[in-house]
Structures are given as structure tokens and as C-alpha cells.
């Protein structure tokens, strides 16, 4: 973008339809690309390192969730705000956020790092860990801590840079890391048999390149927003903004995360390292269509944020139609391969038989209602980008939490491993549910405004 007025009279002429298409397929590629991070790292792992390492490198997931959240509740209420206050024609305001984003990051990043660090044994207990997975849970976390940073400011300020106007550099930035990823873990894991510590050091070699080209980004004066050292100075209306809006996305992480400890521990109760080992392999897939939804949702929310700053109602909520058709397709589709070829599915990640039979069996019924899941996500998506925080974190909390916990609770007292897998789609019914119902509220509400909101 060369200006401003580029980005004003893209954002609210160009046809909803292409400019969704214009937005959404290079977060996606973003979205998928962090997905495929951890997949990459649990297919070589379970072919090269084993079971037991499959089921260790699981029991990460919850300290790998906290860490994103931290990226989220930055970067998705960060440039939510930008694409509001560009809407507005406000650049100052924006470049503020940007700088604001940068201190609000280190900051985090140092607490977390922290805490990890002195807590982790615990931590990975706590999780379900025994002592046949800890060993390779902590060998994993000791070597991927350090590239924690630089995946928060990756993925925080990519989000940022698409929001101001750079959606092709954006999936680049990803890219990169990806492809040196590819490239660099098959050779630490297999050429120079560092095992699951390799999987971590490539991922931090990867990750570390893309954050460097997505901070030089913003610190080239030819940018469209970049950073000003006057701007450094925190402002708290704009903390307030950032966090108001980013705390979604956040505690939907943070709810990942404590979901993840209360299911491992149920499974490891239940089932044993293998049924925790077949829940981290069916849920990388789920993963990555849930990612490539929430790629689609970014690509949805500068448009609807600039507009909705704009006072264009109208483009609003045609864009929130088709971002919600479209995710709708796509999680049928995901559905579909979990239900008609899951053993396809699990056998990427591993060879053991009776892993690959407990997890086609879980697979199949965890994603039993998935088609209903893209609706939520993107109605969830869309109240936040509206700056409408406390909507979109009740139903961020609806999915997994209010309902799926007590089911976690009650479902395998009855059912026992059976009622950990059926807790998880009943949970994602309820909610879905409720998303409808509150959709049509404020519907009701914004009538007068031509709502973005359909009925």
C-alpha cells in the first residue's frame, strides 16, 4: 500500500467477495503455517522418537497454548484497534498501538518465560505426565522456551501487519519460517539424532527468522505504519483498548490450556500414555482445520473493523455472511475426513496399532458435530472485531469452558474414556446454541443501524 487512501478505498469499494479472497487466503496460509509447526514437529517425532515421545510432546500443548494466548491477546486486540482507528483515518493512534504492542510483548514474554522456567516439573505433572513422558516433555520445553519470544512477536505483529494493509507480506513472513522448519527439523531429529530437543532448536531457528523479517517490516520508513521512538512511552487508554479486545482470543488460549491439563489428566486416568498420545494425534488435525478457520477470520476482521469505523454497515455484514459460509464448508470437510478416513489421518504421526486404534475411535467421535464449529468461531470473531469484548469472550468461554469442564467431569464418571471423547462435542452443541441466540439479540438490537449482524 502507498498511502492511506489506498487502503480507505480498498477496504470500502472493492467487492466483498474479492477483497475476503484478498485478505483471507494469506492468513490462512499464516494460520496453517503455525499449525504446521507443531505438526511437522509431532509426525517426524512419532516416526523417528516414538510413542512415549508422542504422548510427552502432548502434554506441552497446555504451556505451548499459554504462550499463544499471550501472542493473541496482543496481536488480534491490537490489530483489531488499527483497523478501527485507520478506519477513522487516525494513523497517529495507530502507530501508538504499534509501539505499545512492542513493550506489551517484552513484557509479557519475560513473566511467562519466568514462570515456565521454575515451575515446569510441576507444571507437567499437573498435566498428566508420568514418568515414562516427563523426560521428553522437558527435554522438548527446555530448548523451545527460548524461541517463545520470538514466535509471540511473530505471530503478534504479522497480525498487525495485515491489519495495516500488507495481507501478501504477511503470509510470507510465515512462510519462511515454515520452510526452514521443513528443512531444518528432519536433519536435527534424523542426520544428527538430537531426537525431540532437534524438533525444539528448528523450531526456534524458524521461528526466529520470521520474526526478524516481520520487525524490520516495521521498522522501514517506507511502511505504511512503523515504529517512532516517541511512541514507545506506554499509554493505558491504549493498553486498556489492546487487552479489552485481545482478552477473547486470550482466554480462549488460557481455557485451551486448562482444558488441555483436565483432559490429559482424565485421559491418563482413563487410558493410560496412550489415550493422551491419541488425543494430542487427532487434535493436531482438528487443530489445523480450527487454525485455517481462524486464518479466515482474520482476513474477515480488518475489513469489518475498517468499517465498522467507517459507519459502512452494510459491507460489514456481508462480509460476516460469507466468512460464515465458508467456514462452515470447510469444518464439513474436516469432518469428513475424520469420520470416512481416520486411520489415513493417525497413521501420518504414528505406527504403533493399538495408539492408531485408540485414536480412530476418539477421532471419530470428538469431531462428530464439527461442521457447527466454523459458525461459533467466526461469530465469536466477528463481535470482537467489533470491539465488542465482553460478547465475544462469553462465547469464546461458552465452547470450552462453562459446558465442556462440568461434562469433563461428569461424562467419564459414567462413561468413563468414552465420556471424555462424547464431553467435547456435546459442549461444542450447547454452545453453538447460544452463539445463535445471541447473535439474533443483537440483531435485534442493531436493526436501526443496519446491523452487520444477520438473522
Given at each position: 500500500?502507498?498511502?492511506?487512501?489506498?487502503?480507505?478505498?480498498?477496504?470500502?469499494?472493492?467487492?466483498?467477495?474479492?477483497?475476503?479472497?484478498?485478505?483471507?487466503?494469506?492468513?490462512?496460509?499464516?494460520?496453517?503455517?503455525?499449525?504446521?509447526?507443531?505438526?511437522?514437529?509431532?509426525?517426524f517425532i512419532?516416526?523417528?522418537?516414538?510413542?512415549?515421545?508422542?504422548?510427552?510432546?502432548?502434554?506441552?500443548?497446555?504451556i505451548?497454548?499459554?504462550?499463544?494466548?499471550?501472542?493473541m491477546?496482543?496481536?488480534?486486540?491490537?490489530?483489531?484497534?488499527?483497523?478501527i482507528?485507520?478506519?477513522q483515518n487516525?494513523?497517529?493512534?495507530?502507530?501508538?498501538?504499534?509501539?505499545?504492542?512492542?513493550?506489551?510483548?517484552?513484557?509479557?514474554?519475560?513473566?511467562?518465560?519466568?514462570?515456565?522456567?521454575?515451575?515446569?516439573?510441576?507444571?507437567?505433572?499437573?498435566?498428566?505426565?508420568?514418568?515414562?513422558?516427563?523426560?521428553?516433555?522437558?527435554?522438548?520445553?527446555i530448548?523451545?522456551?527460548?524461541?517463545?519470544?520470538?514466535?509471540?512477536?511473530?505471530?503478534?505483529?504479522?497480525?498487525?501487519?495485515?491489519?495495516?494493509?500488507?495481507?501478501?507480506?504477511?503470509?510470507?513472513?510465515?512462510?519462511?519460517?515454515?520452510?526452514?522448519?521443513?528443512?531444518?527439523?528432519?536433519?536435527?531429529?534424523?542426520?544428527?539424532?538430537?531426537?525431540?530437543?532437534?524438533?525444539?532448536?528448528?523450531?526456534?531457528?524458524?521461528?526466529?527468522?520470521s520474526?526478524?523479517?516481520?520487525?524490520?517490516?516495521?521498522?522501514?520508513?517506507?511502511?505504511?505504519?512503523?515504529?517512532?521512538?516517541?511512541?514507545?512511552?506506554?499509554?493505558?487508554?491504549?493498553?486498556?483498548?489492546?487487552?479489552?479486545?485481545g482478552?477473547?482470543?486470550?482466554?480462549?488460549?488460557?481455557?485451551?490450556?486448562?482444558?488441555?491439563?483436565?483432559?490429559?489428566?482424565?485421559?491418563?486416568?482413563?487410558g493410560g500414555?496412550?489415550?493422551?498420545?491419541?488425543?494430542?494425534?487427532?487434535?493436531s488435525?482438528?487443530?489445523l482445520?480450527?487454525?485455517?478457520i481462524?486464518?479466515?477470520?482474520?482476513?474477515?476482521?480488518?475489513?469489518?473493523?475498517?468499517?465498522?469505523?467507517?459507519?459502512?454497515?452494510?459491507?460489514?455484514?456481508?462480509?460476516?455472511v460469507?466468512?460464515?459460509?465458508v467456514?462452515?464448508?470447510?469444518?464439513?470437510?474436516?469432518?469428513?475426513?475424520?469420520?470416512?478416513?481416520?486411520?489415513y489421518?493417525?497413521?501420518?504421526?504414528?505406527?504403533?496399532?493399538?495408539?492408531?486404534?485408540?485414536?480412530?475411535?476418539?477421532?471419530?467421535?470428538?469431531?462428530g458435530?464439527?461442521?457447527?464449529?466454523?459458525?461459533?468461531?467466526?461469530?465469536?470473531?466477528?463481535?470482537?472485531?467489533?470491539?465488542?469484548?465482553?460478547k465475544?469472550?462469553?462465547?469464546?468461554?461458552?465452547?470450552?469452558?462453562?459446558?465442556?469442564?462440568?461434562?469433563?467431569?461428569?461424562?467419564?464418571?459414567?462413561?468413563?474414556l468414552?465420556?471424555?471423547?462424547?464431553?467435547?462435542?456435546?459442549?461444542?452443541?450447547?454452545?453453538?446454541?447460544?452463539?445463535l441466540?445471541?447473535?439474533?439479540?443483537?440483531?435485534?438490537?442493531?436493526?436501526?443501524?443496519?446491523?452487520?449482524?444477520?438473522?
Amino acid at each position: 500500500m502507498e498511502n492511506q487512501n489506498d487502503i480507505h478505498r480498498e477496504l470500502t469499494s472493492l467487492p466483498v467477495g474479492k477483497l475476503l479472497w484478498k485478505y483471507s487466503v494469506p492468513a490462512i496460509v499464516g494460520t496453517m503455517v503455525m499449525s504446521l509447526y507443531n505438526v511437522i514437529d509431532r509426525i517426524f517425532i512419532g516416526q523417528g522418537v516414538g510413542a512415549d515421545a508422542i504422548s510427552g510432546l502432548a502434554l506441552t500443548f497446555p504451556i505451548m497454548s499459554l504462550a499463544g494466548a499471550i501472542g493473541m491477546l496482543v496481536g488480534l486486540g491490537a490489530s483489531a484497534r488499527i483497523s478501527i482507528v485507520l478506519g477513522q483515518n487516525d494513523k497517529v493512534k495507530a502507530e501508538k498501538i504499534l509501539a505499545n504492542s512492542l513493550v506489551l510483548s517484552l513484557s509479557f514474554a519475560v513473566c511467562y518465560l519466568t514462570f515456565f522456567s521454575v515451575y515446569m516439573d510441576d507444571i507437567l505433572r499437573s498435566f498428566g505426565g508420568s514418568d515414562r513422558t516427563i523426560p521428553y516433555a522437558r527435554e522438548f520445553l527446555i530448548y523451545i522456551m527460548p524461541g517463545m519470544l520470538c514466535t509471540n512477536l511473530c505471530y503478534s505483529f504479522n497480525n498487525m501487519m495485515r491489519a495495516s494493509g500488507y495481507p501478501g507480506k504477511a503470509m510470507y513472513t510465515m512462510l519462511i519460517g515454515a520452510f526452514s522448519n521443513l528443512i531444518l527439523a528432519p536433519i536435527f531429529i534424523f542426520w544428527l539424532d538430537w531426537g525431540i530437543k532437534g524438533a525444539a532448536i528448528a523450531t526456534d531457528i524458524a521461528m526466529a527468522i520470521s520474526a526478524a523479517f516481520v520487525m524490520i517490516h516495521f521498522f522501514n520508513p517506507k511502511s505504511q505504519l512503523r515504529f517512532h521512538r516517541r511512541y514507545f512511552k506506554l499509554e493505558w487508554g491504549i493498553l486498556f483498548n489492546i487487552v479489552s479486545i485481545g482478552l477473547a482470543p486470550f482466554l480462549v488460549n488460557v481455557a485451551s490450556s486448562v482444558i488441555n491439563a483436565i483432559i490429559n489428566t482424565s485421559l491418563y486416568r482413563y487410558g493410560g500414555d496412550e489415550a493422551i498420545g491419541a488425543f494430542g494425534i487427532f487434535n493436531s488435525y482438528a487443530t489445523l482445520v480450527v487454525m485455517l478457520i481462524i486464518g479466515l477470520c482474520q482476513g474477515m476482521q480488518p475489513i469489518v473493523g475498517y468499517n465498522y469505523g467507517a459507519g459502512n454497515y452494510t459491507r460489514m455484514k456481508k462480509a460476516f455472511v460469507l466468512t460464515g459460509i465458508v467456514a462452515t464448508i470447510c469444518c464439513t470437510v474436516g469432518w469428513i475426513g475424520s469420520t470416512f478416513f481416520p486411520y489415513y489421518i493417525i497413521r501420518a504421526f504414528t505406527t504403533d496399532t493399538n495408539l492408531i486404534d485408540v485414536a480412530i475411535h476418539g477421532m471419530r467421535i470428538v469431531m462428530g458435530v464439527f461442521p457447527i464449529v466454523g459458525f461459533q468461531i467466526v461469530t465469536t470473531n466477528l463481535f470482537q472485531s467489533l470491539g465488542m469484548a465482553s460478547k465475544s469472550i462469553f462465547l469464546s468461554l461458552t465452547r470450552q469452558v462453562i459446558f465442556l469442564i462440568p461434562l469433563l467431569l461428569i461424562f467419564p464418571r459414567i462413561y468413563a474414556l468414552n465420556g471424555i471423547w462424547i464431553a467435547m462435542p456435546v459442549s461444542d452443541t450447547i454452545a453453538t446454541a447460544i452463539t445463535l441466540l445471541l447473535l439474533w439479540r443483537t440483531d435485534k438490537k442493531l436493526q436501526n443501524k443496519n446491523s452487520v449482524i444477520t438473522r
